[in-house]
């Protein structure tokens, strides 16, 4: 059974930072992809940033480029999501979510991603 279960989050000032992790299991890692995307209030979903499991790449989106760095564990089942010098307009629910054999450059793309995990709240504001 495959799940992803993400932890992190919270109320942070501007300036601030969080640290996001997600748990994957059940997955395959051959050519996974895990990503992280966010969705504002009446906003559309975007992505922020991916990774290749296997190979490491990352991606991310222009907004958080330098603020915000992905990566994996050592065992390879978590992929954290460190973000620095937040802004009000980081403000999102967080989600990460596993998708096979994407294409790194449809990586930040979320209709390619079809595992979801629950979501986690993420506010930046004084």
């Known amino acids: 059974q495959v799940q992803l279960v993400e932890s992190g989050g919270g109320l942070v000032q501007p300036g601030g930072s969080l640290r996001l992790s997600c748990a994957f299991s059940?997955?395959?890692?051959?050519?996974?992809?895990i990503g992280w995307f966010r969705q504002a209030p009446g906003k559309e979903r975007e992505g922020v940033s991916c990774?290749?499991?296997?190979?490491?790449?990352?991606y991310y989106a222009d907004s958080v480029r330098d603020r915000f760095t992905i990566s994996r564990s050592n065992a390879g089942n978590t992929v954290s999501l460190q973000m620095n010098s937040l802004k009000p307009e980081d403000t999102a629910v967080y989600y990460c979510?596993?998708?096979?054999?994407?294409?790194?450059?449809?990586?930040?793309?979320?209709?390619?991603?079809?595992?979801w995990g629950q979501g986690a709240q993420v506010t930046v504001s004084s």
């Open positions: 059940g997955f395959s890692v051959g050519t996974l992809t």
């Open positions: 990774i290749s499991i296997r190979g490491g790449s990352t």
């Open positions: 979510a596993a998708g096979a054999g994407v294409p790194n450059y449809y990586c930040l793309d979320w209709t390619r991603f079809n595992s």
